[in-house]
């Protein structure tokens, strides 16, 4: 597998191209409207956020993509168009149609994405004229403003592509997210795109990508928030000409291997990004009867509000991860968990043990943190991506709307 760090990596796949302009919704004049577009048909999978209040373009794209196949999406950043009743549905598949309009699609074969503000109705005339600027400009080198477009409180682009070979041919994949705050596993604020000229079914694109998401999306947290427009989006093209992946065997494992590593450095770069965050953690606990269990009390860690404090005060108190640990929903043997920062161990069979102080403070000064956690009660191992607490997340977010 060959990896790299690629500007514009939505298309790096063959058969894609994309477009980021300004239409006037961001208050600082930046792009906010991105277009992806294939130009073969595409297998298409997404997973959509598991909030209970669902904006308009989640619940429209949810519809469409169920048929297993989608040609482009538009994204606006800057009104999430959520919560907005009658309008906000028929505002969003305006969308779709004009972009199937310029682009001479059927508008059932067009998704559409939204992210900023909730409760705020989409400026209509600013959308469309967008719309029509972004088809009119798409290229292959516009994936690195498309990435950059669809942000809100993200300071940069999250990119990640990757090259595999499938019997004899070689696959790329590639992908472009936003998220920095209501970050949650369930996806929260966080819109993700894959591409990948790979040819593979439907059935095996949407098995293949909720494994991915189990194990990258669903595995972090900044705040402990979900939000109402999540959308995680894979196209394959069948561009590379491997022969077509059925299941998630053989070439179907390779290929959904990658795209496990695709969102799994997207969802890094979103947890790295944290709003206010002054760290990223890495809170590993193994010895787990199950991944689902580590996995849960991973989480139980990552998203304590005390732990993440603690972690931005440098405080080596694992007294807070031990007590963190036993909210999980998972059974815990407190007699057998032992705690360490790096390669410093902390407490063992759940109890203290010396340890310097000094080392501690080093390892916890560092900008990533790693936690280890051992339940000793099986074989399985969970990563959660987590970041610190900090006085800037209230700052960020006591005035976002302002």
């Known amino acids: 597998m060959k990896t790299t760090q690629h500007s514009g990596a939505i298309t790096f796949a063959k058969g894609f191209l994309a477009s980021g302009v300004a239409c006037g919704l961001k208050k600082?004049?930046?792009?906010?409207?991105?277009?992806?577009?294939?130009?073969?048909?595409?297998?298409?999978a997404a997973l959509f956020t598991k909030n209970q209040i669902k904006a308009a373009p989640v619940v429209l794209s949810s519809k469409r993509v169920a048929s297993g196949s989608a040609r482009a999406v538009v994204v606006n950043a800057g009104c999430a168009n959520s919560c907005t009743g009658k309008k906000g549905m028929d505002d969003a598949q305006k969308m779709t149609n004009l972009v199937g309009h310029h682009l001479g699609l059927p508008e059932k074969e067009v998704l559409v994405a939204s992210t900023g503000v909730i409760g705020r109705t989409l400026p209509m005339d600013k959308i469309a004229s967008g719309i029509e600027a972004a088809s009119r400009s798409l290229t292959v080198e516009g994936g690195e403003e498309a990435a950059r477009a669809i942000l809100t409180t993200d300071t940069f682009a999250k990119e990640f592509s990757t090259t595999i070979q499938l019997g004899g041919k070689a696959v790329r994949l590639g992908g472009m997210a936003k998220g920095s705050g209501m970050i949650h596993p369930n996806m929260a604020t966080l819109l993700g795109f894959i591409t990948t000229d790979a040819a593979i079914s439907k059935d095996a694109l949407r098995q293949a990508l909720a494994q991915a998401?189990?194990?990258?999306?669903?595995?972090?947290?900044?705040?402990?928030?979900?939000?109402?427009?999540?959308?995680?989006?894979?196209?394959?093209?069948?561009?590379?000409?491997?022969?077509t992946i059925t299941g998630l065997s053989g070439d179907g494992a390779a290929f959904s291997q990658a795209l496990t590593q695709v969102c799994q450095e997207l969802a890094r770069r979103?947890?790295?990004?944290?709003?206010?965050?002054?760290?990223?953690?890495?809170?590993?606990?193994?010895?787990?009867?199950?991944?689902?269990?580590?996995?849960?009390?991973?989480?139980?860690?990552?998203?304590?509000?005390?732990?993440?404090?603690?972690?931005?005060?440098?405080?080596?108190n694992w007294g807070r991860i031990l007590s963190a640990l036993g909210n999980a929903p998972v059974p815990i043997n407190p007699a057998k968990v032992d705690v360490a920062f790096s390669n410093l161990t902390v407490a063992k069979d759940g109890s203290t043990v010396n340890?310097?102080?000094?080392?501690?403070?080093?390892?916890?000064?560092?900008?990533?943190?790693?936690?280890?956690?051992?339940?000793?009660?099986?074989?399985?191992?969970?990563?959660?991506?987590?970041?610190?607490?900090s006085y800037d997340y209230i700052k960020i977010n006591a005035s976002y709307r302002s």
């Open 355 to 389: 340890f310097s102080e000094a080392k501690a403070l080093g390892l916890l000064k560092r900008k990533e943190v790693e936690v280890h956690v051992d339940l000793h009660l099986g074989k399985f191992e969970a990563t959660v991506f987590t970041s610190d607490l």
């Open 213 to 243: 998401v189990d194990r990258s999306f669903h595995c972090i947290s900044i705040d402990g928030d979900t939000s109402t427009n999540d959308m995680v989006l894979a196209l394959a093209n069948g561009r590379a000409g491997n022969k």
């Open 270 to 316: 979103v947890v790295l990004d944290g709003e206010g965050a002054t760290k990223f953690i890495q809170v590993t606990v193994k010895g787990g009867p199950s991944f689902e269990a580590a996995r849960a009390a991973a989480k139980a860690i990552a998203t304590s509000n005390l732990f993440k404090t603690a972690m931005f005060g440098m405080d080596a």
């Open 28 to 44: 600082n004049g930046k792009s906010d409207l991105a277009i992806l577009y294939s130009e073969s048909p595409a297998s298409a």
